[in-house]
């Protein structure tokens, strides 16, 4: 695999151009370690060797909350609910994703305060819960706490196109799937991807050819479904069509090699995060991580996750 | 609508701060205004090791052996030299018979600046508090050949609360009295000497609707050096209250900031402005004569900010938070000197006032050449308090009215006179 720009410098080379006066270089040279970004297909480590290994960031994954996840001591179980009207589309939305991750229970909302479901999960051994809340008849956020400790997420949902309004879509088989995370480079982008990535099993099921992708740009995570084949195929000489962006439908043609088709099943959705709260949900006494404010946006080009 | 221009950032006066975050490392980062004013990051000390989170950090700075006591997780207390880094000591908190040191960890820290004039060994003291309210003192020694002495002369231990968690404490400027508060605790004040409670607080009866908010003080400070017997407490319900011992029980002046908890307070010099820190990243400076907010410290700061430190002679304030950066702000204009990425969450940053711009050999503690020493870090401030203070004065001229390259050359010109002279 070619050498793709580092963990830091990806970031940073944006930003020194940007800001050349700020202090951003100096995380540059600090430590002697970069990381080489890549796709956290987590499970093929052969095939993206590490160059450097960046301690610092090591050591606080291992101190973060989701490391005993995935460091495969404990499995996932979600716990999903909604807030407390429900919707058309809610429930609709709720049974995708129900197919989608693996290991996830559905519980109905009733009256009950948040802490106190949260309380309850934490009893019954959830290692997350999804809380999927409505406006105006349609899903529109999306919390992810993470259990016992974890930090809270805050997504805003948009975009939701559900299975069956996807053409030719498929259906999700059971098999444990692939997990594709990509462009997750700042600090607060690895955090949210490990949240992601716990929310899944650690150990993906490649006979079932099912793969989902978190893509973030630009701050906004889109979601995506897929099953995908291999087919060897022969083609003509001339007939070399351009690589095409993962989620098409589309054939990459080459002479002779083997080929993967797409096809796209279950619920497709954009997220954008809002804000990441250190510990569980509480808005009246929690301390956030990060929080969007409008005097951060001082660049058209300057992203956050 | 973002701004497509690029916004250039003042830089810092020459100053000296050190950072402690939640993998246990101390960072020093260091401002030079040869650089241009920007920090770095000069030093780390320690192992990325998350057991030994630091909890709370002290810095008795003066100008000869300054020493820095920082608490761990785990009921380790740590005293380093500043300077290098080097440890002098390390004691435990943990108590013979007393809960796990996991239930029961180190909020507050505060090392003693007074000490015993005897030259031969010195011993410093110092006050730890944990969140079950075992407040102890304790004085150790430290011999002058860094050898790990861990015999503590005295040691005091006593209850400050009965139930509930303590979550701040604080020692006044002449460090007789000391205050503790915190979720269930209301503030009270104790007199270190006798070791008795003078003071407790009141919490403010129910507002209109008949509710009854608890008693939750996240951060506290006394309001100014000499006096102890005014401070300001912030609370989870994002208020800030002012108390004073000899008028009443109940706050005197108390009013809301934002919404999410106060989680950092800290007093300027001249005894009636504060700054303070929310959970959702605003710093805001306040006048309590009045309790009017004089106005917020804009900075793209997006988590919540877990301490503040004032320097003791720059009109320069320092923030650190769960954001992992650590922020410069001009205190007159409220703007930020700079911002450094520090790669984890923060969770202390006090500053080492003696930094001087040409390089001070570090205070060795022998005791016949400390005279000497004190003498020649006595001069090299004083040489480089009358630059600063010519800087700030062409600062203030040109500021109104001339933009700002023009601002910038003149400072270079005072730099050259200076060293010229």
């Known amino acids: ?305 | 609508m973002p701004r497509t221009s690029t916004l250039e950032c003042p830089g810092c006066p020459p100053i000296r701060a050190l950072t402690f975050d939640v993998l246990g490392l101390v960072k020093v980062t260091e401002a030079r205004s040869k650089e241009g004013g920007i920090p770095k990051v000069v030093d780390r000390w320690g192992e990325p090791d998350s057991s030994k989170c630091i909890l709370a950090a002290s810095i008795d700075d003066r100008k000869s052996g300054p020493l820095l006591a920082i608490a761990r997780e785990g009921g380790l207390i740590e005293i380093l030299n500043p300077l290098n880094g080097h440890p002098c000591l390390s004691i435990s908190n943990i108590i013979d018979n007393g809960p796990e040191p996991g239930d029961d960890a180190i909020v507050g820290l505060h090392l003693f600046k007074k000490q015993n004039l005897d030259l031969s060994s010195r011993s410093h003291t110092l006050l730890t508090c944990t969140t079950k309210g075992n407040a102890s003192m304790r004085s150790v020694e430290l011999t002058s050949s860094h050898a790990d002495s861990t015999s503590s002369v005295s040691s005091r231990t006593w209850n400050v609360c009965a139930s509930g968690n303590i979550l701040c404490s604080q020692v006044d400027g002449n460090e007789n009295y000391a205050l503790f508060g915190g979720k269930g605790v209301e503030v009270n004040v104790w007199d270190l000497e006798q070791g008795t409670k003078i003071w407790t607080a009141k919490s403010p009866p129910k507002n209109s609707l008949g509710l009854f908010t608890p008693t939750w003080f996240t951060s506290a400070t006394f309001l100014s050096k000499d006096d102890h017997r005014k401070f300001v407490a912030g609370t989870n319900s994002h208020q800030v209250r002012l108390y004073d011992i000899s008028a009443q029980r109940r706050p005197v002046i108390s009013f809301d900031f934002r919404e999410t908890p106060i989680k950092a307070v800290a007093e300027d010099q001249d005894g009636y402005t504060i700054y303070i820190g929310n959970g959702s990243g605003d710093l805001a400076s306040v006048d309590m004569r009045t309790g009017k907010l004089l106005g917020c410290f804009l900075g793209k700061c997006s988590g919540s900010i877990r301490s503040i430190a004032r320097h003791p002679e720059l009109p320069v304030i320092a923030s650190c938070g769960l954001d992992s950066y650590l922020r410069f702000w001009d205190i007159k204009t409220r703007k930020v000197l700079s911002a450094v990425f520090l790669k984890q969450p923060l969770t202390n940053v006090v500053f080492d006032s003696n930094f001087a711009e040409e390089e001070v050999p570090s205070s060795v503690v022998d005791p016949p050449t400390e005279a000497q020493n004190t003498n020649e870090t006595q001069e090299s401030d004083e040489e480089e308090v009358q630059p600063l203070k010519r800087k700030k004065k062409s600062s203030k001229h040109s500021g109104s009215k001339k933009p700002k390259p023009k601002k910038r050359s003149k400072k270079a010109q005072d730099e050259t006179v200076d060293d010229s002279s």
């Open chain 1, 1 to 305: 695999m070619e050498a793709k720009p580092c963990f830091w410098q990806s970031k940073y080379q944006i930003h020194a151009q940007a800001f050349p006066r700020f202090g951003w270089k100096s995380c540059e040279k600090t430590d002697t370690a970069l990381i080489k970004k890549k796709k956290k297909r987590y499970c093929c480590h052969d095939r993206c060797p590490i160059v450097y290994v960046h301690l610092q960031l090591f050591a606080g994954n291992d101190a973060d909350e989701f490391s005993s996840i995935l460091n495969r001591k404990s499995d996932p179980k979600i716990l999903i609910t909604t807030c407390r009207f429900n919707s058309t589309r809610g429930p609709a939305f709720i049974s995708e994703l129900l197919s989608v991750i693996p290991n996830a229970h559905y519980y109905k909302r009733g009256t009950y305060d948040l802490k106190k479901i949260v309380e309850y999960a934490k009893k019954k051994d959830f290692t997350s819960l999804i809380v999927v809340h409505t406006n105006r008849r349609e899903p529109d956020a999306l919390l992810i706490i993470g259990l016992p400790d974890g930090p809270t997420a805050h997504f805003k949902l948009s975009k939701l196109v559900l299975r069956k309004d996807v053409k030719n879509h498929g259906n999700p088989t059971s098999h444990i799937p692939e997990l594709v995370l990509n462009n997750f480079t700042t600090r607060l982008g690895h955090r949210i991807g490990r949240m992601i990535q716990s929310l899944f099993p650690q150990a993906p099921n490649f006979g079932g050819r099912r793969v989902v992708t978190f893509h973030n740009q630009r701050d906004f995570i889109f979601f995506r479904h897929h099953r995908y084949i291999f087919e060897s195929k022969e083609s003509k000489q001339g007939d070399s069509k351009g690589n095409k962006d993962k989620d098409a439908k589309g054939e990459k043609s080459s002479r002779g090699k083997v080929v993967a088709r797409l096809q796209e099943c279950g619920p497709r959705f954009t997220l954008k995060l809002i804000s990441l709260q250190h510990g569980t949900f509480d808005t009246k006494g929690g301390e956030y991580e990060w929080v969007h404010k409008p005097e951060m946006d001082t660049s058209r080009r300057r992203f956050f996750l």
